[in-house]
């Protein structure tokens, strides 16, 4: 996928020169001539003020009559070029590099047939003997660094018209599917961070955060694939960090955006954000109001018990909410600031399905001998409030220490109303109908406190730090049969699951040049879990044993970076991390979806563990190249099993039973299309095994 930005400039004169050049190009792109087999050649070699040769700078050769494009080249690996096929004439050459003035060879004259060697073309200095020099540089799209990949927005053409969601779908080693699931080099189970704070939304609340979330508000997007012992290691898949802009300028400014768009439903978007600093604070917020809508079709067919399922679901929702973020940051002294942080929002959802299963016998799966249809109706209602006291430490030279506390407060809200109906093989008689109602509310409090630690030791950096988090969630389950239209409480299909999770952690890392061209980085991190989810059901034959965890685990990290030439870098990285099942996964009660389907959790699950390997490959700064693998054990797999009791349903459900590989190569540049119009490419591919035992050899 090509993601283009054009260089904004204030001169009439050169954009109409810069697209007269791409119209040119154009035309002599399509045109194959007579006289091609007559044309000319241009070579020759790029180099710096000492002499040393230039890697792929980017050289232009321009028609000297109308100044239209005939040719780019890039150097190669010695700096050498060379533009084959050229018809006699007079032409004028440009070479670029970054860092360093452009070079310009004003008069050039081809005779047909002609082989020119230019010789060794020499960049002027980039020196400026000025008592004041400002320099200004664009911000690459995509930047590779030793831990992180950073895909930047701010000043890019992502940062107009798009949102959180969108941007992720264009980020490189990132894979957004259809329902809007992400992955990053293959592997399922990343973990979404906005300033360095982890999101604990799931799901559908995810993708509504992200979809509201505009790329105004963006500065960068930090891809995490293999994170040290710094960072969580919960995710499978490591951590996209999404940096929101905090402005550094002194006074005060805002700004107002809005953004519609339409597919089978509208989505609109209208925000607004401001900052004031001094030398003293800095006070900053944002805030947006959207609504919008969406759908989902799902359609699958199963055989079972000797019965064949024929199923049809269709999904719509509409959405309205608003998102608000209000933060200052007060500057103690030079080295110390003290900030606070507080967010919050609230999102309205309207859900509609239709649930449609055909019933036939296996071997006669044409002759229906019953349907049931379900039209599911429902409100949702999600609360955020986030709270964050932030105080950091920074000498500017060797030492920084920063404190965060965080409170989380989610209150979700959701009601269902699903009226079932049997009708016979053909669907004109109805044979039975009942009604069933849902309230199942949602509380979660989120508790987190960090200690993070770093200082110059033996020519490198040490860091160290502890976290300490609880996740508290106290869930109902309410189900009501509804009888000459009230609602009657079901005590066989309701429960209340409420689920404690304690996390300590303790880590270190250390990373340090060996030489001029070698550099490492090691890292050790320890979590302990201690977990209890207490499910209450309403009636006492019906209740199950409380689920009580407690494990340690370990897992260390390391690095290796070679530097074989000045262009050339090889890394190489390792991590260990796991996922752990959640409370909506580990809760043992049934969640119907029909009468003849619905979801139960596994008290007895176990954490997946995952081990990474990286191997990276950059030239010239531009070129990467990764491959990376993954192996996940005790893997957590969505499973679809027949009821015990009626031979016509199903239920979904999760358990450890797979043994995952995943290989990924990904590869990405930026090049220049033309002069003042840039690209970026990235190609990523993967190949998943997955290897499971279900028992008698299955």
């Not at 309205?348 to 239709?354: A, D, Q």
């Amino acid at each position: 996928m090509h993601f283009f930005t054009k260089r904004l400039q204030f001169s009439d004169e050169f954009i109409q020169h810069v697209l007269m050049k791409f119209y040119f190009t154009l035309l002599l792109a399509g045109i194959v001539t007579l006289a091609q087999a007559q044309g000319g050649r241009i070579s020759g070699s790029l180099r710096n003020a000492l002499s040393e040769p230039l890697i792929f700078a980017n050289i232009g050769l321009f028609s000297k009559a109308d100044s239209a494009l005939v040719k780019v080249e890039t150097s190669n690996e010695s700096g050498h070029f060379i533009m084959e096929n050229i018809p006699a004439g007079d032409y004028h050459l440009s070479a670029t590099y970054i860092g360093l003035p452009e070079l310009v060879r004003n008069t050039i004259h081809l005779d047909p047939g002609q082989q020119l060697d230019l010789g060794p073309l020499t960049f002027p200095e980039a020196a400026l003997q000025l008592e004041t020099a400002i320099v200004k540089a664009d911000r690459p799209l995509v930047e590779i660094k030793p831990d992180r990949t950073v895909f930047n927005v701010q000043g890019t053409i992502n940062s107009a018209g798009a949102d959180a969601l969108a941007l992720l779908r264009k980020a490189p080693g990132v894979l957004v599917d259809n329902n809007d699931n992400i992955s990053v080099l293959g592997r399922a189970g990343v973990l979404i961070y906005v300033d360095g704070k982890q999101m604990p939304l799931r799901g559908e609340d995810l993708t509504n955060y992200l979809s509201n979330l505009q790329a105004e508000q963006i500065d960068r997007i930090d891809i995490i694939s293999n994170p040290g012992a710094k960072y969580d290691a919960a995710g499978n898949a490591g951590i996209i960090d999404i940096k929101l802009k905090k402005d550094k300028n002194q006074g005060a400014n805002g700004s107002v955006n809005a953004n519609y768009s339409q597919g089978k439903y509208d989505r609109q978007n209208v925000g607004a954000s401001g900052n004031y600093r001094n030398k003293r604070v800095n006070v900053f917020g944002n805030g947006s109001l959207y609504q919008g809508g969406g759908f989902m079709n799902i359609d699958f067919v199963s055989t079972q018990n000797a019965i064949y399922l024929d199923e049809i679901n269709r999904f719509t929702n509409q959405w309205v909410g608003y998102d608000l973020r209000l933060g200052t940051d007060y500057f103690i002294s030079p080295k110390q600031t003290l900030g606070f942080l507080i967010g919050g929002g609230q999102n309205f959802m309207e859900r509609n399905s239709r649930n449609v299963v055909e019933i036939s016998k296996e071997l006669t799966p044409n002759v229906i001998d019953s349907i049931l249809e379900a039209k599911t109706t429902g409100e949702d209602q999600r609360d955020r409030n986030t709270y964050n006291m932030n105080y950091r430490y920074d000498n500017g030279k060797s030492r920084i220490i920063n404190i965060d506390a965080d409170y989380g407060r989610f209150r979700n809200q959701s009601e269902r109303l699903q009226p079932n109906q049997y009708f016979d093989g053909s669907g004109d008689s109805m044979l039975l109908a009942s009604t069933n109602q849902f309230d199942t509310p949602a509380d979660i409090d989120i508790y987190t406190l960090k200690l993070d630690y770093e200082q110059d030791v033996w020519g490198g950096k040490l860091g160290s730090g502890l976290k300490g988090s609880r996740v508290s969630t106290a869930n109902d389950f309410l189900v009501y049969d509804v009888i000459d239209g009230l609602p009657v409480i079901n005590n066989r299909t309701s429960n209340t699951f409420d689920y404690d999770e304690d996390v300590c952690a303790a880590y270190f890392n250390y990373a340090r040049p060996i030489s001029k061209t070698w550099s490492f980085s090691l890292g050790l991190r320890a979590e302990q879990t201690i977990a209890s989810g207490n499910l209450v059901a309403f009636l006492p034959e019906l209740q199950e044993p409380r689920v009580e965890l407690n494990y340690l685990n370990w897992f260390p990290s390391a690095g290796l970076s070679w530097k074989l030439t000045a262009m050339q870098t090889l890394a190489f990285n390792y991590g260990r991390r796991i996922n752990r099942p959640d409370y909506n996964v580990l809760n043992p009660f049934n969640n119907q979806l029909s009468q003849l389907s619905y979801e139960k959790g596994n008290p007895f699950l176990k954490p997946e563990i995952v081990n990474n390997l990286e191997f990276g490959y950059t030239l010239n700064y531009r070129y990467n190249f990764k491959l990376a693998y993954s192996k996940t054990t005790d893997q957590i797999t969505r499973l679809m099993g027949p009821d015990e009791t009626d031979p016509r349903a199903n239920f979904i459900t999760h358990e450890n039973l797979a043994e995952q590989t995943v290989w990924n190569l990904t590869f990405n540049a930026p090049f220049e299309v033309v002069k003042g119009w840039n690209a970026f490419v990235n190609v990523s591919g993967s190949h998943l095994n997955n290897q499971a035992d279900y028992g008698n050899g299955a």
